[in-house]
């Protein structure tokens, strides 16, 4: 046996035995499933951004990251069999561009959708829905506001239906009214943390807190702001609320679970936060490690009293997908 031949099955081998390491690992968090509750569906595709429970549909809404798209899961009573996923909204003229943070207007019986263009970010928009006939309501086209390369990421409403829209890209809140109309952009100096690294992605989750304002959270610096809509002097709305007892770092997705509570959803793991003077700061005082950190953890909601963590890749030939209970 020749020596190169040797040395390149040496080469061989020790090629697959590097790459068997992160695939094992893989595999090995596959298999160890959390300890808490876990809801499995197929999907059509290998990313989802979001789920929100709809109690009067009695299912999940997802928003497809890849290729667009609203689907739903519905859970059965009993049994912890992998659900399939059902397509509800497909539209041919928002084809390449991605279904990212969503959120239920209930008064309104139509769910809010962020579309955008993730690799160009030259589209953002936001889409209503009928959540009986899934028509589309209205498409308003938010980078036709920006001057610069957007990216609508997360949405949130307010008692009057009026909707508010991050941009993880330029760092800014598009207002839409009820109706769809562009209203206008909140903008400030503290959405743009120094350091070029702590603004990859800015403004991302977003929430609406019944005594009017916003929170909102910046993802890789880790700030959480308060947004006041009731005021009318833009320079004073917005502050930073100050966070004790853990980082925010790498926070996505919001969602609120009462006046006073938070959950932070985000790798490696999701968190409560909590306040007691309306936020004007606040304590990170749970913390939630699914362990499926090869999956990514992007977004919350709370069904039954109980919250649920969108994880966004999926897995297999089925692409199978987990939302996964958090206690905290």
Known sequence: MSPSFCSSRISVALFLVISAVPLAYIISLERALPSTHVISYHSSGFFRECAKWDDVGRRFLV????GGGIGEIVPRDSGDDVLEEVTLVKDVDLAGNASAGIVIDRDRNRLLVAVVDVLGNRFSALAAY?????????LTELSLHSEEKSFADDVAIDGKGNAYVTDAKASKIWKVDVNGKFVSTIKSPLFTPPGWYNNLVALNGIVYHPDGFLIVIHTFSGLLYKIDLTGEDDSNRVSVIEVTGGTLRFGDGLELLSPTKIVVAGSPSA???ESSDGWRTASVTGWFSSGMVHRIVSAATVKEGSVYLTHIVGF???K?????EAVF
Do not use: A
Not at 130 to 138: A, K, N, P, V, Y
Not at 320 to 324: A, Q
């Open 130 to 138: 009928d959540l009986s006939t899934w028509r589309r309501i209205f």
């Open 63 to 66: 928003s497809f990251l890849d």
């Open 271 to 273: 968190k409560l936060v």
């Open 316 to 318: 297999g030939s089925k």
């Open 320 to 324: 199978r997908h987990i939302l996964v």
